[in-house]
């Protein structure tokens, strides 16, 4: 702490200016009357009371009571000129060197101006200035001489400078260290002084942050239109397979029918030969008599005509035998297997056991979104597509898959 130049100040207030045991147990009858002060030894031996006092007798020594004493004169080992007191300006240092006001700015001034941390410009004396004293000097040049000091301590060994300008030792020199500043609570790392970054080196982070500004800018969109395009797509697909699974499965649905009515067909014409024909006891060929006597001729009507295929020989129809209706099976018909065209879902890779910190959704499905300045923090497209309330500042690394590192 700098010290007054050599005028000097004295003061009490209005309560430190009068003591209960200052007065007697009754005053004074006298306005101005002396008292012999007998309960306070130790102050004058006579002192002079007021007998009775209201809060406007203290009104003007509120603040106290003030007076000021110049000292005399002294010679300015500057500029040679005498000077008074209340000129002077005392330095800090062990001797107290004391000086002009206006010699010890221009010395300070020059200093500064120098680039150099002004010293008291006594003879030998190595005293530095310190912040307080060029707060009473040159307030003007206290951001500078906060730099010259800061520059020259880091450039003195591993030091790490917060973003609030406070100075710290670094643990080990070289190695990325996460360090979280004593006066602003800032965490940065202690290679880039960036955001403290999580599973990354300096390098990649600045890969990131610029693939991560690409994505803000325009990747966003970019995916969101290709994902659309993709999806009308699939979309159209789906309905055109639709639309070729139910052709497909009418048709089969078609066929099946003709099948069983050909089936049926097939039993009442056994049937009706069962109760109506016989069969030629020579070749076996199915025989029926529509009307006439029992003679018969095989392939041919008894008297001629109506030609057919048949071996030609003649035969009763009492003795030809009755015929028997053939076993017909059931038609084998295929089951319909064409399946069911299944309509497009999320596209994308599964992140398995990645969980969305802002939605809560237990699985990620395409884009996973981690912040590269969180120890874990992980969000889904969804949720990043429409804005959380995560730090704007952070860094996030965008993954396809569980092999991607987000740099492509």
């Known amino acids: 702490m700098s010290r007054l130049p050599l005028t000097y100040f004295s003061g009490m207030s209005a309560s430190s200016a009068y003591q209960s045991n200052d007065f007697p147990d009754e005053p004074p009858p006298a306005y101005d009357s002396s008292y012999r ?16 006092f209201t809060p406007d007798d203290f009104a003007a020594y509120q603040d106290g009571f003030d007076y000021e004493i110049e000292g005399p004169p002294f010679t300015c080992g500057i500029c040679m000129d005498d000077k008074p007191r209340s000129d002077s300006y005392v330095f800090d240092c062990e001797s107290s060197h004391t000086f002009c006001r206006d010699c010890s700015r221009e010395v300070v001034r020059g200093d500064i101006e120098g680039n150099k941390v002004p010293r008291c410009p006594g003879e030998r004396c190595k005293h530095e200035l310190s912040e307080q004293e060029m707060k009473q000097l040159l307030p003007e040049q206290l951001e500078k001489y906060s730099t010259m000091l800061l520059n020259r301590l880091v450039s003195q060994g591993p030091f790490l400078v917060c973003k609030c300008k406070h100075v710290m030792a670094a643990h080990s020199a070289g190695e990325q260290e996460r360090v979280e500043c004593p006066k602003c609570r800032y965490t940065f790392c202690s290679l880039c002084n960036e955001d403290y970054h999580y599973r990354c080196t300096c390098q990649e982070l600045k890969q990131y942050r610029n693939i991560w500004t690409a994505w803000l800018r325009k990747g966003r969109n970019d995916y969101q239109s290709t994902v659309a395009q993709q999806e009308r797509r699939q979309k159209q697909q789906y309905e055109k397979q639709t639309k070729e699974f139910v052709a497909a499965q009418k048709k089969h649905e078609e066929d099946r029918a003709a099948a069983l009515r050909a089936f049926e067909t097939l039993q009442q014409d056994e049937q009706y030969k069962a109760r109506s024909a016989r069969m ?74 990645a969980r969305c910190d802002n939605c809560g959704s237990e699985e990620i499905v395409g884009l996973k979104f981690e912040c590269l300045n969180c120890p874990a923090y992980d969000l889904c497209g969804k949720c990043e597509r429409n804005g959380t309330r995560h730090d704007q500042r952070h860094v996030f690394r965008i993954w396809k898959n569980d092999r991607d590192n987000g740099l492509q």
């Open 37 to 52: 002060n007998t309960t306070n030894p130790f102050r004058n031996e006579f002192t002079t009371y007021q007998s009775e």
């Open 280 to 353: 030629c006891p020579h070749c076996g060929r199915v025989v029926e008599k529509i009307t006439g006597c029992d003679t018969m001729t095989c392939g041919q009507d008894a008297h001629g005509g109506n030609v057919q295929s048949g071996c030609g020989r003649g035969f009763t129809w009492t003795s030809a035998p009755m015929y028997r209706a053939a076993a017909v099976n059931t038609p084998t018909i295929e089951a319909f297997v064409a399946q069911a065209p299944q309509q497009a879902g999320t596209q994308g890779f599964r992140h398995e056991y």
